[in-house]
């Protein structure tokens, strides 16, 4: 299955009622459920705050103009208008898209794989949250950032922990019943990341870890 089909599953799935929901009111559970019954708890709470130690880090690190993808409630955008850094957030929930807005952020409710503003001329490109999950395929989706960064610019991600590597396909689900439809998701550890950029043209440049969250920075590999 191509990206583009994948975003097509992913969107309506993240539309889903309990995500949605969730968004509205702050407020969790909310997990990816898996058909095994496995549960990844998503940080509701974390992503609607303001930004934290870790966030800061990350923020510290961008240079505008910069794409924040999957930019969910918004916090990050929102704190990058406030310190001057131009930014768009792109999300295929309209309720995170309004909610962005709300906090002081722009947004648009876009796929990645969708035409977007500025290709080709974004500083920093963001994918916060695990958002390297997008589509289940990260190599894909580290080809599509490729055509929408700058050739000098920067890609931070944020990573499971350092033994993932998993392509799964999940549902939203607030754990008491009410679930989203099914879409491919990936969760990716640093060193499953390397195989990924080694094969894209991106190279690394810098891991860190704060707060118990794990980054990487990387950027386009340079040919002769």
Not at 45 to 65: I, Q, S, Y
Not at 124 to 134: E, F, P, Q, S, W
Not at 169 to 189: E, H, I, L, M
């Amino acid at each position: 299955m191509t990206a583009d089909k994948d975003s097509v599953l992913y969107a309506p799935a993240w539309r889903a009622d309990p995500y949605t929901d969730a968004l509205r009111t702050g407020r969790g559970p909310l997990f990816l459920s898996r058909g095994d019954g496995w549960l990844l708890p998503l940080e509701v709470e974390r992503w609607c705050g303001a930004p934290d130690a870790a966030d800061a880090t990350v923020l510290d690190r961008c240079r505008g103009p910069v794409l924040d993808v999957g930019c969910g409630p918004g916090r990050l955008v929102a704190a990058l208008a406030a310190l001057g850094i131009p930014a768009l957030g792109i999300d295929v929930s309209a309720a995170a898209v309004d909610r962005t807005v709300q906090t002081g952020g722009t947004a648009l409710c876009r796929s990645v794989f969708d035409p977007l503003p500025s290709e080709g001329r974004w500083g920093t490109v963001l994918l916060i949250d695990g958002n390297i999950g997008i589509g289940g395929d990260p190599a894909a989706l580290l080809l599509r950032i490729a055509e929408l960064i700058a050739p000098d610019g920067k890609l931070i991600v944020e990573v499971a922990a350092p033994e993932v590597d998993e392509r799964i396909q999940v549902r939203v689900d607030d754990g008491r019943g009410a679930r989203g439809a099914a879409f491919p998701w990936a969760r990716t550890g640093a060193e499953a990341l390397r195989t990924s950029t080694e094969a894209t043209g991106w190279t690394g440049q810098e891991r860190w870890r704060t707060e118990g969250r794990r980054f990487v920075s990387l950027s386009r590999r340079l040919h002769d």
